[in-house]
């Protein structure tokens, strides 16, 4: 089984920088994506940056320029976020798609990290 477990939240100042991680633990092929998605308090979930295991990246334009999506071992990944806004606050959940033959479409999530914006 597949789990996805995302680290690094917390409280950061407006113009501050925080690094979310997610660690996938488990038998997992070698071709996946990595989606970062935020809910806001009161607002439906939102995609803000996916990765992929060839290094292919998205980002939306709230945040595109200000948050960098990489990997840091095999099996975590990073989400980088420069220039916080007040409007990047919310819960940081990574969910990721498998990609690879037989078992391609499965996707899996973590609990979610809380991103706090305040001065």
């Known amino acids: 089984q597949v789990q996805l477990v995302e680290s690094g939240g917390g409280l950061v100042q407006p113009g501050g920088s925080l690094r979310l991680s997610c660690a996938v633990h488990?038998?997992?092929?070698?071709?996946?994506?990595i989606y970062w998605h935020r809910q806001a308090p009161g607002k439906e979930r939102e995609l803000v940056a996916t990765i992929s295991t060839g290094a292919t990246t998205w980002y939306d334009d709230s945040v595109k320029g200000r948050f960098t999506a990489s990997r840091s071992t095999t099996n975590s990944w990073n989400l980088q976020m420069n220039g916080v806004k007040q409007e990047d606050a919310g819960v940081y959940y990574c969910n990721l798609e498998d990609r690879s033959i037989g078992t391609y479409g499965r996707n899996y999530w973590g609990r979610g990290t809380q991103v706090t914006v305040s001065s």
């Open positions: 488990g038998n997992i092929a070698n071709l996946y994506v």
